[in-house]
Nanobody, 122 residues
Framework: QVQLVESGGGLVQAGDSLRLSCAPS????????MGWFRQAPGKEREFVAA????????DYPNSVKGRFTISRDNAKNTVYLQMNSLKPEDTAVYYC???????????????WGLGTQVTVSS
């Protein structure tokens, strides 16, 4: 069974950095667009970043643009989310997802991980 596995979450202070990783098990996603989403308690899952299969196209919402960077290493079959200048409002469970194209639409991603918790204290 195909599964995406996220890692790298944790508890940090405001202003700190974290790097999340996502690696699939069961198959390669080197030809898929990859995305990161997050969900805070009581809120809907929201788009954080996406990257095309080649890495040439990326997309971010204004809330993280300039602070977060998505990248991928297809040789290692791994996608990363570098998060700098973290804020308490970044606290959420972060999910990795694979899809056909770079999009902000949750429903366009067919494969999901179980998530990793990121907590930013003030």
């Amino acid at each position: 069974q195909v599964q995406l596995v996220e890692s790298g979450g944790g508890l940090v202070q405001a202003g700190d950095s974290l790097r999340l990783s996502c690696a699939p098990s069961g198959r390669t996603f080197s030809s898929a667009a990859m995305g990161w989403f997050r969900q805070a308690p009581g809120k809907e899952r929201e788009f954080v970043a996406a990257i095309s299969w080649s890495g040439e196209i990326t997309d971010y919402p204004n809330s993280v643009k300039g602070r977060f960077t998505i990248s991928r290493d297809n040789a290692k079959n791994t996608v990363y989310l570098q998060m700098n200048s973290l804020k308490p409002e970044d606290t959420a469970v972060y999910y990795c997802a694979a899809g056909m194209a770079v999009t902000r639409n949750v429903g366009s991603y067919g494969y999901w991980g179980l998530g990793t918790q990121v907590t930013v204290s003030s």
